[in-house]
Protein backbone atom coordinates (compact mmCIF):
# COMPACT_ATOMS: atom_id res chain seq x y z
CA UNK A 1 0.00 0.00 0.00
CA UNK A 2 1.62 3.25 -1.52
CA UNK A 3 0.89 6.43 0.41
CA UNK A 4 -1.46 7.45 -2.15
CA UNK A 5 -3.94 4.26 -1.22
CA UNK A 6 -3.72 4.98 1.94
CA UNK A 7 -5.02 8.66 2.02
CA UNK A 8 -7.73 7.24 -0.03
CA UNK A 9 -8.81 4.36 1.79
CA UNK A 10 -8.51 5.95 5.56
CA UNK A 11 -9.29 9.82 4.30
CA UNK A 12 -11.62 9.86 0.91
CA UNK A 13 -13.55 6.74 1.03
CA UNK A 14 -14.65 6.77 4.85
CA UNK A 15 -15.40 10.94 4.29
CA UNK A 16 -17.40 9.95 2.15
CA UNK A 17 -19.15 7.19 3.32
CA UNK A 18 -19.89 9.16 6.46
CA UNK A 19 -21.04 12.02 4.40
CA UNK A 20 -23.59 9.55 2.52
CA UNK A 21 -24.72 8.17 5.89
CA UNK A 22 -24.93 11.74 8.01
CA UNK A 23 -26.87 13.19 4.59
CA UNK A 24 -29.57 10.06 4.64
CA UNK A 25 -29.92 10.35 8.60
CA UNK A 26 -30.61 14.10 8.44
CA UNK A 27 -32.98 14.30 5.13
CA UNK A 28 -34.86 11.41 6.02
CA UNK A 29 -35.55 12.02 9.40
CA UNK A 30 -34.29 8.25 9.86
CA UNK A 31 -33.16 9.28 13.35
CA UNK A 32 -36.81 9.93 14.10
CA UNK A 33 -38.11 6.42 12.86
CA UNK A 34 -35.50 4.47 14.71
CA UNK A 35 -35.97 6.30 17.71
CA UNK A 36 -39.95 5.51 17.30
CA UNK A 37 -38.77 1.68 16.95
CA UNK A 38 -37.12 1.53 20.46
CA UNK A 39 -39.50 4.08 21.92
CA UNK A 40 -42.46 1.93 20.87
CA UNK A 41 -40.75 -1.64 21.60
CA UNK A 42 -40.28 -0.01 25.48
CA UNK A 43 -44.05 0.17 25.47
CA UNK A 44 -44.06 3.96 24.61
CA UNK A 45 -41.81 5.09 27.45
CA UNK A 46 -38.19 4.61 27.67
CA UNK A 47 -38.21 1.77 30.01
CA UNK A 48 -34.86 1.12 30.26
CA UNK A 49 -33.39 4.20 31.09
CA UNK A 50 -32.71 3.75 34.22
CA UNK A 51 -32.25 -0.40 34.13
CA UNK A 52 -29.32 -1.56 35.90
CA UNK A 53 -27.73 -3.28 32.71
CA UNK A 54 -27.77 -0.34 30.38
CA UNK A 55 -26.94 2.36 33.50
CA UNK A 56 -25.08 0.89 36.11
CA UNK A 57 -23.09 -1.52 33.96
CA UNK A 58 -22.86 -0.29 30.41
CA UNK A 59 -23.09 3.45 30.88
CA UNK A 60 -21.47 3.96 34.63
CA UNK A 61 -19.13 1.46 34.93
CA UNK A 62 -18.15 1.33 31.24
CA UNK A 63 -17.36 5.15 31.73
CA UNK A 64 -14.89 4.24 34.68
CA UNK A 65 -13.24 1.21 32.87
CA UNK A 66 -12.64 3.77 29.81
CA UNK A 67 -11.12 6.34 32.67
CA UNK A 68 -9.13 3.87 34.14
CA UNK A 69 -7.65 2.24 30.97
CA UNK A 70 -6.82 5.78 29.89
CA UNK A 71 -5.17 6.49 33.69
CA UNK A 72 -3.23 3.31 33.32
CA UNK A 73 -1.84 4.52 29.66
CA UNK A 74 -0.86 7.39 31.17
CA UNK A 75 1.04 6.02 33.93
CA UNK A 76 2.71 3.71 31.88
CA UNK A 77 3.98 6.24 29.53
CA UNK A 78 4.85 8.35 32.02
CA UNK A 79 7.30 5.70 33.16
CA UNK A 80 8.47 5.10 29.60
CA UNK A 81 10.78 7.68 30.12
CA UNK A 82 12.81 5.95 32.98
CA UNK A 83 12.12 2.41 32.44
CA UNK A 84 14.18 1.13 29.62
CA UNK A 85 12.19 -1.99 28.73
CA UNK A 86 9.05 0.61 28.28
CA UNK A 87 11.00 2.81 26.08
CA UNK A 88 10.41 1.19 22.76
CA UNK A 89 6.36 1.30 23.08
CA UNK A 90 7.04 4.85 23.53
CA UNK A 91 5.97 6.60 20.89
CA UNK A 92 3.33 4.02 20.28
CA UNK A 93 1.57 4.74 23.74
CA UNK A 94 1.80 8.49 23.05
CA UNK A 95 0.12 8.13 19.87
CA UNK A 96 -2.99 6.82 21.31
CA UNK A 97 -3.08 9.10 24.50
CA UNK A 98 -2.99 12.27 22.25
CA UNK A 99 -5.55 10.61 19.24
CA UNK A 100 -7.80 9.64 22.59
CA UNK A 101 -7.54 12.62 24.20
CA UNK A 102 -8.42 14.66 21.08
CA UNK A 103 -11.39 12.89 20.26
CA UNK A 104 -12.76 13.03 23.69
CA UNK A 105 -12.18 17.29 23.46
CA UNK A 106 -13.79 17.44 20.31
CA UNK A 107 -16.76 15.66 21.55
CA UNK A 108 -17.13 17.60 24.04
CA UNK A 109 -17.03 21.09 23.17
CA UNK A 110 -19.47 20.15 20.47
CA UNK A 111 -21.93 18.42 23.31
CA UNK A 112 -21.40 22.28 25.04
CA UNK A 113 -21.90 24.48 21.46
CA UNK A 114 -23.96 22.43 19.42
CA UNK A 115 -27.12 22.78 21.52
CA UNK A 116 -29.06 19.41 20.64
CA UNK A 117 -31.30 17.84 23.15
CA UNK A 118 -31.59 14.22 23.92
CA UNK A 119 -34.79 12.22 22.50
CA UNK A 120 -36.29 11.76 25.79
CA UNK A 121 -36.48 15.44 25.82
CA UNK A 122 -38.84 15.45 23.11
CA UNK A 123 -42.46 15.29 23.41
CA UNK A 124 -42.52 12.70 20.56
CA UNK A 125 -40.78 10.62 22.63
CA UNK A 126 -42.55 11.22 26.21
CA UNK A 127 -40.43 14.66 26.98
CA UNK A 128 -41.83 18.17 26.37
CA UNK A 129 -39.63 20.07 24.13
CA UNK A 130 -40.14 20.58 20.26
CA UNK A 131 -37.81 18.21 17.88
CA UNK A 132 -35.23 20.49 16.28
CA UNK A 133 -32.88 19.23 13.17
CA UNK A 134 -29.24 19.13 14.07
CA UNK A 135 -28.62 21.67 11.71
CA UNK A 136 -31.58 24.16 12.41
CA UNK A 137 -31.87 27.13 14.45
CA UNK A 138 -33.27 26.35 17.83
CA UNK A 139 -35.86 28.23 18.77
CA UNK A 140 -34.74 30.66 21.95
CA UNK A 141 -37.48 29.16 23.45
CA UNK A 142 -36.43 25.52 23.75
CA UNK A 143 -33.31 25.09 26.02
CA UNK A 144 -30.05 23.86 24.52
CA UNK A 145 -29.32 20.02 25.42
CA UNK A 146 -25.82 18.52 25.57
CA UNK A 147 -26.93 15.46 23.67
CA UNK A 148 -24.73 15.96 20.58
CA UNK A 149 -22.21 13.90 19.48
CA UNK A 150 -22.98 11.13 21.58
CA UNK A 151 -20.63 11.56 24.51
CA UNK A 152 -20.79 7.51 25.98
CA UNK A 153 -19.70 6.13 22.51
CA UNK A 154 -17.01 8.02 22.10
CA UNK A 155 -15.31 6.14 25.04
CA UNK A 156 -15.56 2.91 22.96
CA UNK A 157 -14.50 5.13 19.47
CA UNK A 158 -11.95 6.85 21.01
CA UNK A 159 -9.78 4.20 21.11
CA UNK A 160 -9.52 4.28 17.20
CA UNK A 161 -5.84 4.40 17.20
CA UNK A 162 -4.98 1.14 18.14
CA UNK A 163 -6.12 0.47 14.56
CA UNK A 164 -3.59 2.95 13.24
CA UNK A 165 -1.17 0.93 15.51
CA UNK A 166 -1.75 -2.40 14.29
CA UNK A 167 -1.41 -1.02 11.05
CA UNK A 168 2.42 0.24 11.34
CA UNK A 169 3.53 -2.51 13.86
CA UNK A 170 1.45 -5.73 13.38
CA UNK A 171 -0.70 -5.18 10.37
CA UNK A 172 -2.26 -8.27 10.49
CA UNK A 173 -3.99 -7.70 13.53
CA UNK A 174 -5.56 -4.84 12.12
CA UNK A 175 -8.89 -6.27 10.96
CA UNK A 176 -9.39 -7.43 14.43
CA UNK A 177 -8.09 -4.20 16.21
CA UNK A 178 -10.34 -2.22 14.13
CA UNK A 179 -13.40 -4.69 14.90
CA UNK A 180 -12.81 -4.55 18.57
CA UNK A 181 -13.06 -0.63 18.56
CA UNK A 182 -16.23 -0.49 16.77
CA UNK A 183 -17.59 -3.08 18.97
CA UNK A 184 -16.90 -1.02 21.85
CA UNK A 185 -18.44 2.03 20.42
CA UNK A 186 -21.10 0.28 18.92
CA UNK A 187 -22.40 -1.82 22.32
CA UNK A 188 -21.81 1.98 24.17
CA UNK A 189 -24.07 3.89 21.65
CA UNK A 190 -26.77 1.64 21.40
CA UNK A 191 -27.02 1.19 25.24
CA UNK A 192 -27.88 5.18 25.13
CA UNK A 193 -30.09 5.02 22.57
CA UNK A 194 -31.64 1.92 24.33
CA UNK A 195 -32.10 4.47 27.19
CA UNK A 196 -33.38 7.70 24.82
CA UNK A 197 -30.11 9.10 25.46
CA UNK A 198 -28.97 9.65 22.05
CA UNK A 199 -30.21 8.98 18.14
CA UNK A 200 -28.12 6.95 15.09
CA UNK A 201 -26.75 10.18 13.78
CA UNK A 202 -25.12 11.06 17.14
CA UNK A 203 -22.76 8.10 17.63
CA UNK A 204 -22.10 8.22 13.78
CA UNK A 205 -20.24 11.97 14.13
CA UNK A 206 -19.05 10.70 17.03
CA UNK A 207 -17.35 7.61 15.19
CA UNK A 208 -15.88 10.42 12.38
CA UNK A 209 -14.85 12.38 14.81
CA UNK A 210 -12.78 9.91 16.27
CA UNK A 211 -11.84 8.03 13.29
CA UNK A 212 -10.50 11.78 11.59
CA UNK A 213 -8.94 12.34 15.00
CA UNK A 214 -6.81 9.23 15.25
CA UNK A 215 -6.00 9.48 11.28
CA UNK A 216 -4.67 13.32 12.07
CA UNK A 217 -2.81 12.05 14.85
CA UNK A 218 -1.47 9.49 13.01
CA UNK A 219 0.01 11.60 10.07
CA UNK A 220 1.17 14.07 12.63
CA UNK A 221 3.02 11.96 15.46
CA UNK A 222 4.57 9.42 12.51
CA UNK A 223 5.06 11.86 9.73
CA UNK A 224 4.77 9.54 6.96
CA UNK A 225 1.88 7.02 6.84
CA UNK A 226 3.45 3.84 5.89
CA UNK A 227 7.46 3.29 6.83
CA UNK A 228 8.92 -0.13 7.04
CA UNK A 229 7.17 -1.91 9.65
CA UNK A 230 8.76 -2.12 13.13
CA UNK A 231 7.80 -3.92 15.49
CA UNK A 232 7.31 -3.13 18.77
CA UNK A 233 8.62 -6.50 20.42
Same mark, same amino acid.
Given at each position: ?????????????? &???????? /??????????????????????????????????????????? =???? &??????????????????????? =????? %?????? /?????????????? !??? +????? @? @??? +??????? #? #??????????????????????? @??????????????????????? %????? @???????? /????????????? !??????? !?? !??????? %????????
Amino acid at each position: MNSRRFYFTHLWIP &LAVFIALA /ATLELSHLDLTLGQIFYHAEGDSWALKNHWLLEQVLHRGGRNL =MVLM &LVILLGTWSLSFTVAKLKPYQQA =MGYLL %LSAGVA /ATLVSVGKHTTGVN !CPW +DLALF @G @GSL +DYTPIFS #R #RPDTIPAGQCFPAGHASAGYAWM @GLYFIALRYAPSKRGWALGLVLL %LGLLF @GVTQQLRG /AHFVSHDLWTLAI !CWFSALA !CY !CVIYRRP %LPRATPLT
